[in-house]
């Protein structure tokens, strides 16, 4: 049962990141040519092929269609290259791409980090971890139950990360335009007060 539930997170999250692509498809390739690392005509077909690979490899994830090793080792070749673009990316010292994981465009400046590379890293590795699983001996209702709970699990994340993105602890919203006209004042004070 364990097993079914980490096919269903690991199945919702592609879900989750392949539908958003599909509805915006001339984001994506902006996204997948920002990486700089395949060639032009490549860049086209990953970008077109790139979210039915995602929401094929996610519902056969969580349907169990054809057992756990095929799509799970579909999954993890996708984690992988995802890890590998980043990587390559981060090292290159560029930063200011969109991920591209999940949406793209709603960040006013993208910016990718470690935290990106190693999400993804980590998700190759629980699929891995499950394509050598074998075969998976679940009954209808404890399969059910367990991509009832693993795709639960991946909308507390999707929550938790939505709430996180509006709530800051400790914080109130308008310290955030405070904070430049504050230096700018304490910019304007000092010029003023030691002559220009």
């Known amino acids: 049962m364990v097993w079914v539930v980490l096919a269903s997170i690991l199945g919702g999250t ?52 054809g057992g756990p090793w095929p799509a799970a080792a579909a999954a993890a070749l996708l984690f992988a290259a995802f890890t ?19 949406a793209f465009g709603a960040h006013e400046v993208p910016r990718i980090g470690w935290f990106h590379a190693g999400r993804a890293a980590s998700f190759a590795a629980a699929a891995l971890v499950l394509a050598s699983a074998g075969t998976v001996d679940a009954t209808a209702p404890e399969r059910v139950a367990a991509v009832v709970g693993g795709l639960l699990a991946v909308l507390a994340v999707v929550a938790v990360a939505q709430i996180r993105s509006v709530v800051h602890v400790g914080r109130r919203p308008v310290d955030d335009y405070l904070t430049a006209a504050s230096i700018r004042l304490r910019a304007t004070s000092t010029v003023s007060r030691y002559g220009s």
């Open 84 to 102: 590998a673009g980043l990587t390559v990316n981060l090292v290159r010292g560029r930063r200011d791409l969109d991920c591209g994981c999940f």
């Open 14 to 65: 592609l879900l989750l990141a392949g539908f958003p692509k599909l509805r915006d498809r001339d984001g994506l390739l902006t996204v997948v040519q920002g990486y700089r690392l395949l060639p032009a005509g490549a860049e086209r077909g990953v970008a077109t092929a790139l979210p039915f690979v995602e929401v094929a490899v996610g519902i056969a994830l969580i349907l169990g269609i």
